[in-house]
C-alpha cells in the first residue's frame, strides 16, 4: 500500500482547482485525489533565479486556474508555498481558497534554517486555511518541529499521514474531506458578501 493510498479517492468540488508544488514528478499522495492536479509546480530552488522562477511560476498556475484554488505542497514545496502566500501580490493570494501542506519536514537531518532562511518573510499567519499533514509519533523531534512551523503558518496539524493502518488514512481523508467542504463554503460566503457590497452601492 502506497503511505496515502485511500479505497476511495477524494473528489473535489468542481468550482475548485488543484495546483501541487514538489520536486518528485510522481507522489504517493496523489492517490487521495479523484482527479490530477490542474497545474504542477515543478520545486527548484537551489539559486536565487531558480526561487524567483519558482514564485513567478506559482503566480501563473494560480492566476489561470478557473475558480478558486486549493495548493497542495510537499517537502521543501511547502516553505516555497508560504513564502509566495505572504510576499505575493493580494490580488492573486485572493485567489487561493486554501492549502494542504504534506510532510515539510521529512526526516531529524533536515535543515529547516536553511529552508527558512532560503524562504525569508514575515513570520505572520498565511492568509488562508491550511493543513499540515505529518508524522504521528509526537515524540519525536520531526513531529515538534513540523508542529513549530504549523503554529507558525497558522496551520490546522494531521498527525498520521505517514501510517499504512486503515484509522489514520481514514481520518486524513475525512478531515481532507470537511476542510475542503469548508474551503468552498468560505468562497461561497465571500462572494455573497462581495455582491452585497456591490448592490450596496449601486
Given at each position: 500500500?502506497?503511505?496515502?493510498?485511500?479505497?476511495?479517492?477524494?473528489?473535489?468540488?468542481?468550482?475548485?482547482s488543484l495546483v501541487e508544488i514538489s520536486a518528485a514528478a510522481s507522489a504517493p499522495w496523489r492517490d487521495l485525489f479523484a482527479a490530477p492536479a490542474q497545474e504542477h509546480v515543478p520545486y527548484r530552488a537551489g539559486t536565487l533565479s531558480e526561487r524567483n522562477l519558482l514564485g513567478a511560476r506559482l503566480d501563473s498556475a494560480v492566476t489561470r486556474?478557473?475558480?478558486?484554488?486549493?495548493?497542495?505542497?510537499?517537502?521543501?514545496?511547502?516553505?516555497?508555498?508560504a513564502w509566495w502566500a505572504r510576499l505575493s501580490p493580494a490580488t492573486y493570494v485572493s485567489r487561493v481558497a486554501g492549502a494542504l501542506f504534506f510532510d515539510p519536514i521529512?526526516?531529524?537531518?533536515?535543515?529547516?534554517?536553511?529552508?527558512l532562511d532560503t524562504f525569508a518573510s514575515p513570520r505572520t499567519h498565511l492568509p488562508f486555511p491550511s493543513i499540515v499533514l505529518g508524522r504521528d509519533d509526537?515524540?519525536?523531534?520531526?513531529?515538534?518541529?513540523?508542529?513549530?512551523?504549523?503554529?507558525?503558518?497558522?496551520?490546522?496539524?494531521?498527525?498520521?499521514?505517514?501510517?499504512?493502518?486503515?484509522?489514520?488514512l481514514k481520518r486524513t481523508r475525512g478531515i481532507i474531506e470537511r476542510f475542503t467542504a469548508g474551503v468552498v463554503a468560505r468562497e461561497v460566503r465571500t462572494h455573497r458578501a462581495l455582491v452585497r457590497r456591490v448592490r450596496a452601492v449601486s
Open positions: 500500500m502506497k503511505e496515502y493510498a485511500v479505497a476511495t479517492a477524494l473528489t473535489l468540488p468542481a468550482n475548485l486556474a478557473e475558480g478558486a484554488v486549493l495548493l497542495v505542497a510537499e517537502g521543501a514545496g511547502c516553505f516555497a508555498t521529512e526526516d531529524e537531518g533536515e535543515s529547516v534554517e536553511n529552508l509526537k515524540r519525536s523531534l520531526v513531529a515538534s518541529r513540523v508542529r513549530a512551523l504549523a503554529d507558525g503558518w497558522g496551520s490546522g496539524v494531521i498527525a498520521g499521514s505517514r501510517s499504512d493502518s486503515a484509522g489514520p
